[in-house]
């Protein structure tokens, strides 16, 4: 049975995380080509930290959300590729945080029996992002020598599991604690690099030891690629480390967006710069699907990829989730429970 009604959190004003309410709104209906999903999960994620503080022109008021699992209870009359009432169901889509959603097929997946909700929603932006980086931004190649900053965040830790352990890469991690280097250890770096976030005063270049530890594996050559969700911070080191021919790939810009620069820059060792988007290698169901199954793949198997939910919030301590995720205390995939939340 659907509700008439759907809780949600909405951000009415720009601000911080106090701005995130709750509040109850009709139950979306679903266009003839959407279903209608009761939400289990929803995915937490730095882009709706972006969308609530206006670093992206979203438009107020707005829920957030990207991502999640559930069970559809609706299908519009001209929904193809078989999906049904009762199906478990993981997706992309918009405006997450609430009961109900109502969901495109494009990017709709029906989940095994053998994948939970949990993992459903993970694999969503993390899993799949972190696949499209290792597979179409730069292909890894066995024996590549590659450096993932923020290696112990949702799409690092993923990165790096199929970096090492599918592909045959050496892994590189920078993180910003000894306990996130643990953690990213544990997921399949060989090597860590703790870099602070707030470096000692009068550090001049706080990713020196990195440098040094690249000259140092490589032989002075560089790396193979970079993958880079940090950006401003980072992007003159990443210069520095790579190789001749090497890729930089830009997927996020934690710590600000790259500052202008010349292209001539890149001349000096053939460099080439990828910013990429999730959502562009995924414009169709079939691409979606396509992505989406070697996804599944990813969690079969002796080598299977650990999806590392870190921590799930009850849907009233939204907030706090959002607060815990800009002070960088947070690791892995973070989850908002919906279904059975108070």
Do not use: W
């Not at 009604?5 to 109850?24: M, Q």
């Not at 990017?107 to 929603?121: C, Q």
């Not at 079969?300 to 995720?325: N, T």
């Amino acid at each position: 049975m659907v509700n008439a009604t759907s809780r949600v959190i909405r951000v009415e004003t720009r601000g911080p995380a106090s701005v995130l309410t709750h509040t109850t709104i009709p139950c979306p209906t679903p266009k003839s080509t959407q279903v209608l999903v009761k939400v289990v999960f929803a995915g937490i994620n730095f882009i709706d930290v972006n969308e609530r503080i206006g670093a992206y022109p979203t438009p107020v008021p707005f829920t957030p959300g990207r991502e999640g699992a559930g069970e559809i209870v609706e299908v519009g009359s001209e929904v193809q590729h078989g999906f049904k009432v009762g199906d478990r169901v993981a997706f992309l889509g918009l405006a997450t945080y609430a009961d109900y959603v109502a969901v495109d097929t494009v990017n709709l997946a029906k989940l095994p029996d053998s994948v939970s909700y949990e993992d459903g929603a993970a694999l969503m932006i993390q899993g799949l992002t972190a696949l499209s980086l290792a597979t179409k931004a730069y292909p890894i190649q066995r024996g590549d020598i590659i450096v993932i900053h923020a290696a112990a965040g949702g799409v690092g830790l993923i990165l790096s599991q199929i970096a090492s352990r599918r592909l045959g890469a050496t892994v590189i991690g920078t993180v910003s604690t000894e306990e996130k280097a643990t953690l990213a250890r544990a997921n399949g770096a060989h090597h860590v690099v703790v870099v602070p976030s707030t470096p000692a005063p009068g550090t001049k270049n706080p990713y020196e030891p990195l440098e040094a530890l690249v000259n140092q594996l490589t032989n002075n050559k560089g790396v193979h690629a970079v993958f880079d969700s940090v950006g401003k911070a980072t992007f003159e080191s990443d210069l520095v480390i790579a190789r001749r021919s090497a890729t930089l790939v830009f997927y996020g810009f934690a710590s600000g967006i790259v500052p202008d620069f010349n292209i001539n820059r890149l001349t000096a060792k053939n460099l080439k710069v990828t910013r990429i988007s999730l959502y562009n290698y995924m414009t169709t169901f079939e691409e979606f699907d396509e992505l989406y199954k070697e996804g599944l793949e990813l969690l079969k198997g002796e080598d299977r990829i650990k999806l590392e939910v870190s921590k799930v919030y009850d849907f009233k301590d939204i907030q706090q989730a959002h607060l815990d995720l800009e002070g960088r205390k947070t690791t892995g995939k973070l989850l908002l429970k919906v279904a059975g939340s108070n």
